[in-house]
């Protein structure tokens, strides 16, 4: 039976675990079905397809530390945050920045899939700052780059909603072919959902 005291300890154990173990550089996945999903089904499906090259992975935390090197490590793999402090959970090529501010650090069609999981709703609130970034996306993918956009399908974590920002409209569904559909809802309280798209024109 878990006591107050030991629930409070595993806490203060765990606020330890994790920053040590990320400055020791040992993978500190998240164990969620959302984080599953992503790592298991979705990274491997990309990192596998010769024509991406480039990555960019949007938004750090302790979680992310991980990922370039567990699962893009030949890939050119950039990360991109505006919490300065979130430095250390990034790639090796990382960029301070809002995402609505990519075109400012990369030249046009410079990547071959953007990952922005976890960022709608949780950052990019506003429609306008959505829209924004979308639009920047586009900018920079190359011609049949993929867009991955996982969120939150609650009314507290839609802000936007999607179906009013514009510039995803630039974009083209893509069928992810683990899933046979270009969404995918997690089996997850939160309602974490996949949405999977390809620049086309």
Not at 64 to 89: D, G, L, M, S
Request: one cysteine or more; glycine letters at 6%; charged letters at 20%.
């Amino acid at each position: 039976m878990c006591t107050e005291r030991g629930l409070a300890s595993r806490a203060i154990r765990s606020r330890l675990t994790v920053p040590l173990r990320a400055r020791l550089r040992i993978a500190t996945p998240m164990l969620t079905e959302d984080r599953r999903v992503l790592e298991q089904i979705i990274f491997p499906h990309y990192a596998r397809d010769p024509r991406i090259k480039t990555v960019l992975f949007v938004g750090c935390d302790w979680y992310t530390a991980h990922y370039q090197r567990r699962y893009f490590p030949t890939h050119n793999y950039w990360t991109i945050e505006p919490e300065k402090t979130r430095r250390r959970f990034g790639a090796k090529q990382h960029v301070a920045a809002r995402l609505e501010e990519l075109g400012r650090h990369f030249p046009q069609g410079f990547f071959n899939l953007i990952i922005c999981n976890g960022v709608y709703g949780w950052g990019l609130d506003r429609i306008e700052d959505c829209d924004a970034a979308m639009s920047q996306c586009h900018a920079c993918l190359a011609q049949g780059g993929h867009l991955l956009l996982g969120w939150n399908d609650t009314p507290q974590r839609d802000p936007a909603p999607l179906s009013r920002v514009r510039s995803l409209a630039r974009f083209s569904p893509y069928a992810f072919p683990a899933f046979g559909a270009w969404q995918y809802l997690t089996n997850t309280p939160g309602r974490h959902v996949y949405y999977f798209y390809q620049k086309r024109n």
